[in-house]
């Protein structure tokens, strides 16, 4: 076969630019240390949240210095914690959340961040996310889980240090 | 004319993303574009290729054919 | 000079239907696509918000499904006869899987329809992804399922005309269209069996109540495996439009055929095992495999590349042939007049561009930002929706002359259209895109939340929504502009000596400058097989491992709604 000098040239072109892709997103996700979504957690039994002491109550826990656990169930059309009353967290904190669906898929997302993940019945997603100064934001799920979906929002609110309570200190 | 009335509806057409991308490519280096500032920016940069389009090649009567790139 | 309808009348017929159906299709899909953009931005919102996603399952089907498959099977049909210079073995099988393919979608169409009416107690409002546990009334799989089969007969009728002729003439090089053809089919075979088990196995007798419940998880995994291949099955015929037409509507030659069949190739190994980055922020998949997934994607590049190079070589020698001179001079030589050629200059243009923001989904980390935004809705109107669909669009002013004898009624008209749809996608995948960094979501009726608004980069969300309404209503009108071609045209009269010749472009570089290894499809399969094997065995298996085969549980939506479960984790109102 022949094949042309230009031809070659852009095929090693191709394939540098291509291992180049592989390697800046390897380095973003080792190096810089972004968790990706994964298995981590076990299965549940999504028909028996409240026997899970995680999701009997789901809720925000302080779990360190400046470490905080969410609980979350993002259910049909809500996010409990968040749509009720907001989550909240203090500022310059570690946060992880755990999200599980008692129904459908739904997606735990924080527009304009890439705090960002699926919701599967049966499966726990795990996430930790570095928050900094006070601020609000919202909390959407963006995969579609039914004739409700566009009214599934909630907040989470970042707040000064001193504002912060926990629910269980109040 | 220059070029063919369908090159240039195309080269038109091509302008377009080009000028609704001036405007990322302004935010990106800190402009502050209005959608306002590009129409107007598309309007000019669309006369202008419409105006090369047209414009007689040999545009001085007697002056030799301007080479061709 | 003959036609392709005084040469093959019969296979003729069979092309018309399946274009006719999905044009169709797309006239539908075009009126809900538009529908949605209003909706969606608050301009006119002709049905209730609830019901918005009935059209949008319905939009999805019918153009990501039925507009191209049809469509790409009239279009394999038409390479594979041409190029064999051969009809098919028997006309009757390829009408039973056009039989097949109609008969399902007119199933799965009825409770997509039903959703949206009143008193049709059936609906199908679960999208074109259906991931379980959103469940769908039984005629859906079922219809889903029939017209997978359909498609899988149409690739056997391809494969038994392909092995007459090869006993008519055993010696030849398999011709460059059928070897595309072919490579095509025995992909599609690999990556839809995912969806078919997935439909047939579990969510057929889900819905009908055999089984309890389903692996959510599983499912879902079943449907990328074919969700992500489904759109090469898009871009192959579009490619081999590009490699075996475009070249000769310019006035050239293909540059280099053993490098198209390379591409094939590359395509057949590389395109399945890949559909694990549609889940890259699935919980319950290891990281490992969404790597591995990542890196084959990024690899898939490379034929598509290839593509760029060989296409643009090609116009450009055909610019040249027209007498084109200078470094970018030879561009004004092309036929920019002729909306077969311009249309599908304009498709691979903006596919280009597409590139780029794929390589931001492909990207795990990158992802995290976009997955699921209307930066992802933008993304793929680029691709399918554009360089698919316009290739599509602009090829019909070069084939529908071919199958039925007339010619089209205008083909300034046609040239409108073909630009018309470029302006209109520039300016609503650009706010699409927009929108999506800002955190809009995709498949939401309302992206409108009452707790917080989005802030765009720059600009406003209110100039956003400017650019979808725009943007989508020059779309709309597009595709009236087309349909309304396409009918006029066949109103008109028979006139075969105005229709070029039936003929696709020759290669400088001919079959016979590439290795025989090339054509050995058995070897190729193979490798795709194994492949497909390496990286999914392992994901699967864990999946079935954690959850079960039937799943971890979750109940179906909307036709079991088990509302006391949700009320007593604390919400008032379940909308069932
Ligand atoms: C008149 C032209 C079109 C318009 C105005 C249009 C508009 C839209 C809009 C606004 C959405 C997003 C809705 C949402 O996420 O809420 C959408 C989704 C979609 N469109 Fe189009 N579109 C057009 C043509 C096409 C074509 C030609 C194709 C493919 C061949 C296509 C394939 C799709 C698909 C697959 C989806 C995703 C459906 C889903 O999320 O389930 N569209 N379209
Ligand atoms: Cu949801
Ligand atoms: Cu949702």
Same mark, same amino acid.
């Given at each position: 076969?022949?094949?042309?000098?230009?031809?070659?040239?852009?095929?090693?072109?191709?394939?540098?630019?291509?291992?180049?892709?592989?390697?800046?997103?390897?380095?973003?996700?080792?190096?810089?240390?972004?968790?990706?979504?994964?298995?981590?957690?076990?299965?549940?039994?999504?028909?028996?949240?409240?026997?899970?002491?995680?999701?009997?109550?789901?809720?925000?826990?302080?779990?360190?210095?400046?470490?905080?656990?969410?609980?979350?169930?993002?259910?049909?059309?809500?996010?409990?914690?968040?749509?009720?009353?907001?989550?909240?967290?203090?500022?310059?904190?570690?946060?992880?959340?755990?999200?599980?669906?008692?129904?459908?898929?739904?997606?735990?997302?924080?527009?304009?961040?890439?705090?960002?993940?699926?919701?599967?019945?049966?499966?726990?997603?795990?996430?930790?996310?570095?928050?900094?100064?006070?601020?609000?934001?919202?909390?959407?799920?963006?995969?579609?889980?039914?004739?409700?979906?566009?009214?599934?929002?909630?907040?989470?609110?970042?707040?000064?240090?001193?504002?912060?309570?926990?629910?269980?200190?109040? | 004319?220059?070029?063919?009335?369908?090159?240039?509806?195309?080269?038109?057409?091509?302008?377009?993303?080009?000028?609704?991308?001036?405007?990322?490519?302004?935010?990106?280096?800190?402009?502050?574009?209005?959608?306002?500032?590009?129409?107007?920016?598309?309007?000019?940069?669309?006369?202008?290729?419409?105006? #090369?389009?047209? #414009?007689?090649?040999? #545009?001085?009567?007697?002056?030799?054919?301007?080479?061709?790139? | 000079?003959?036609?392709?309808?005084?040469?093959?009348?019969?296979?003729?017929?069979?092309?018309?239907?399946?274009?006719?159906?999905? =044009?169709?299709?797309?006239?539908?899909?075009?009126?809900?696509?538009?529908?949605?953009?209003?909706?969606?931005?608050?301009?006119?919102?002709?049905?209730?918000?609830?019901?918005?996603?009935?059209?949008?399952?319905?939009?999805?089907?019918?153009?990501?499904?039925? =507009?191209?498959?049809? /469509?790409?099977?009239?279009? =394999?049909?038409?390479?594979?006869?041409?190029?064999?210079?051969?009809?098919?073995?028997?006309?009757?099988?390829?009408?039973?899987?056009?039989?097949?393919?109609?008969?399902?979608?007119?199933?799965?169409?009825?409770?997509? /329809?039903?959703?949206?009416?009143?008193?049709?107690?059936?609906?199908?409002?679960?999208?074109?992804? /259906?991931?379980?546990?959103?469940?769908?009334?039984?005629?859906?799989?079922?219809?889903?399922?029939? =017209?997978?089969?359909?498609?899988?007969?149409?690739?056997?009728?391809?494969?038994?005309?392909?092995?007459?002729?090869?006993?008519?003439?055993?010696?030849?090089?398999?011709?460059?269209?059928?070897?595309?053809?072919?490579?095509?089919?025995?992909?599609?075979?690999?990556?839809?069996?995912?969806?078919?088990?997935?439909?047939?196995?579990?969510?057929?007798?889900?819905?009908?109540?055999?089984?309890?419940?389903?692996?959510?998880?599983?499912?879902?995994?079943?449907?990328?495996?074919?969700?992500?291949?489904?759109?090469?099955?898009?871009?192959?015929?579009?490619?081999?439009?590009?490699?075996?037409?475009?070249?000769?509507?310019?006035?050239?030659?293909?540059?280099?055929?053993?490098?198209?069949?390379?591409?094939?190739?590359?395509?057949?190994?590389?395109?399945?095992?890949?559909?694990?980055?549609?889940?890259?922020?699935?919980?319950?998949?290891?990281?490992?495999?969404?790597?591995?997934?990542?890196?084959?994607?990024?690899?898939?590049?490379?034929?598509?590349?290839?593509?760029?190079?060989?296409?643009?070589?090609?116009?450009?020698?055909?610019?040249?042939?027209?007498?084109?001179?200078?470094? $970018?001079?030879?561009?004004?030589?092309?036929?920019?007049?002729? %909306?077969?050629?311009?249309?599908?200059?304009?498709?691979?243009?903006?596919?280009?561009?597409?590139?780029?923001?794929?390589?931001?989904?492909?990207?795990?980390?990158?992802?995290?930002?976009?997955?699921?935004?209307?930066?992802?809705?933008?993304?793929?109107?680029?691709?399918?929706?554009?360089?698919?669909? $316009?290739?599509?669009?602009?090829?019909?002013?070069?084939?529908? %002359?071919?199958?039925?004898?007339? %010619?089209?009624?205008?083909?300034?008209?046609?040239?409108?259209?073909?630009?018309?749809?470029?302006?209109?996608?520039?300016?609503?995948?650009?706010?699409?895109?927009?929108?999506?960094?800002?955190?809009?979501?995709?498949?939401?009726?309302?992206?409108?939340?009452?707790?917080?608004?989005?802030?765009?980069?720059?600009?406003?969300?209110?100039?956003?929504?400017?650019?979808?309404?725009?943007?989508?209503?020059?779309?709309?009108?597009?595709?009236?502009?087309?349909?309304?071609?396409?009918?006029?045209?066949?109103?008109?009269?028979?006139?075969?000596?105005?229709?070029?010749?039936?003929?696709?472009?020759?290669?400088?570089?001919?079959?016979?400058?590439?290795?025989?290894?090339?054509?050995?499809?058995?070897?190729?399969?193979?490798?795709?097989? $194994?492949?497909?094997?390496?990286?999914?065995?392992?994901?699967?298996?864990?999946?079935?491992?954690?959850?079960?085969?039937?799943?971890?549980?979750?109940?179906?939506?909307?036709?079991?709604?088990?509302?006391?479960?949700?009320?007593?984790?604390?919400?008032?109102?379940?909308?069932?």
């Amino acid at each position: 076969m022949n094949i042309h000098a230009y031809e070659k040239l852009w095929l090693a072109a191709s394939l540098v630019l291509i291992v180049l892709f592989i390697g800046s997103v390897t380095y973003g996700a080792v190096g810089a240390g972004i968790a990706m979504v994964d298995d981590a957690e076990g299965v549940i039994d999504p028909d028996a949240l409240d026997e899970d002491d995680r999701f009997a109550d789901p809720r925000v826990e302080e779990v360190g210095e400046n470490e905080y656990e969410v609980y979350v169930v993002a259910g049909q059309f809500f996010f409990d914690p968040g749509t009720f009353e907001p989550i909240e967290v203090p500022e310059h904190s570690q946060v992880t959340f755990y999200v599980t669906s008692p129904d459908v898929i739904h997606s735990f997302s924080i527009p304009g961040t890439n705090a960002n993940t699926m919701v599967i019945p049966g499966e726990v997603a795990s996430m930790t996310v570095e928050v900094g100064d006070p601020q609000e934001y919202g909390i959407v799920c963006n995969e579609f889980c039914g004739g409700g979906h566009h009214d599934m929002e909630g907040e989470f609110h970042v707040v000064p240090e001193d504002e912060f309570t926990l629910e269980a200190d109040e | 004319m220059r070029i063919s009335p369908g090159a240039l509806l195309v080269l038109i057409a091509v302008s377009i993303p080009f000028i609704v991308q001036s405007r990322t490519v302004a935010a990106f280096i800190g402009l502050d574009m209005s959608v306002w500032q590009m129409i107007a920016l598309g309007t000019v940069t669309i006369s202008a290729i419409i105006l #090369w389009a047209v #414009w007689p090649e040999k #545009w001085l009567p007697g002056r030799p054919k301007l080479e061709e790139g | 000079m003959t036609t392709y309808i005084e040469r093959f009348p019969a296979e003729a017929r069979v092309i018309r239907s399946t274009f006719f159906t999905a =044009f169709i299709a797309l006239g539908i899909g075009a009126l809900f696509g538009l529908l949605q953009v209003l909706h969606r931005t608050d301009v006119h919102r002709l049905v209730d918000s609830a019901d918005y996603y009935h059209i949008l399952t319905i939009h999805g089907v019918l153009l990501a499904l039925t =507009f191209t498959i049809f /469509f790409l099977a009239g279009v =394999f049909t038409w390479g594979l006869t041409t190029s064999l210079d051969r009809g098919v073995v028997d006309v009757r099988f390829t009408w039973a899987w056009y039989g097949l393919m109609v008969g399902g979608t007119a199933l799965a169409a009825i409770p997509m /329809f039903g959703g949206l009416i009143d008193g049709i107690d059936m609906s199908a409002g679960v999208l074109f992804t /259906f991931y379980a546990p959103l469940q769908a009334h039984p005629l859906f799989y079922l219809g889903l399922a029939l =017209f997978i089969i359909g498609t899988w007969l149409a690739g056997a009728d391809w494969i038994w005309t392909y092995l007459a002729w090869r006993r008519e003439n055993p010696d030849e090089r398999i011709p460059l269209p059928t070897f595309m053809v072919l490579t095509t089919t025995l992909f599609w075979y690999l990556s839809s069996l995912g969806v078919a088990i997935a439909v047939v196995v579990f969510l057929l007798p889900w819905s009908l109540g055999l089984l309890e419940q389903v692996n959510p998880l599983l499912t879902r995994t079943l449907f990328w495996y074919f969700g992500h291949p489904v759109v090469y099955f898009w871009l192959m015929p579009t490619y081999m439009l590009w490699y075996v037409l475009l070249p000769k509507v310019a006035g050239g030659k293909l540059f280099s055929d053993p490098l198209a069949r390379v591409v094939f190739v590359l395509f057949l190994l590389l395109s399945t095992p890949t559909g694990i980055h549609h889940q890259y922020l699935d919980p319950g998949i290891a990281e490992g495999f969404k790597f591995i997934a990542m890196t084959n994607t990024m690899f898939l590049l490379l034929p598509s590349l290839l593509t760029a190079f060989t296409v643009v070589a090609s116009v450009e020698h055909g610019a040249r042939q027209r007498g084109g001179t200078g470094y $970018l001079g030879w561009l004004g030589a092309l036929p920019w007049r002729d %909306p077969v050629f311009t249309g599908m200059a304009l498709a691979g243009l903006m596919f280009a561009a597409a590139g780029f923001s794929g390589m931001v989904n492909a990207g795990m980390n990158i992802n995290y930002l976009v997955h699921n935004t209307f930066w992802i809705v933008g993304h793929f109107h680029l691709t399918v929706g554009t360089a698919v669909a $316009l290739t599509f669009m602009a090829v019909t002013y070069w084939l529908l %002359p071919q199958i039925t004898g007339k %010619p089209i009624w205008s083909r300034s008209v046609g040239l409108a259209q073909v630009v018309t749809w470029f302006v209109g996608m520039t300016l609503m995948s650009n706010a699409m895109h927009r929108g999506g960094l800002s955190g809009v979501p995709r498949r939401t009726a309302e992206p409108q939340y009452e707790n917080f608004d989005f802030t765009p980069a720059f600009g406003t969300m209110a100039e956003l929504d400017a650019g979808v309404v725009i943007g989508g209503s020059l779309l709309f009108l597009s595709a009236v502009l087309f349909l309304g071609n396409v009918f006029v045209s066949l109103t008109g009269g028979k006139d075969l000596t105005s229709i070029p010749e039936n003929a696709y472009a020759e290669a400088l570089s001919g079959a016979e400058d590439g290795p025989l290894i090339l054509d050995n499809l058995k070897l190729w399969l193979v490798i795709a097989v $194994l492949l497909v094997v390496l990286t999914y065995a392992l994901p699967i298996g864990a999946i079935i491992d954690r959850g079960g085969l039937l799943g971890p549980g979750g109940s179906p939506y909307p036709l079991v709604v088990e509302s006391g479960r949700a009320i007593s984790i604390g919400l008032g109102e379940v909308v069932a």
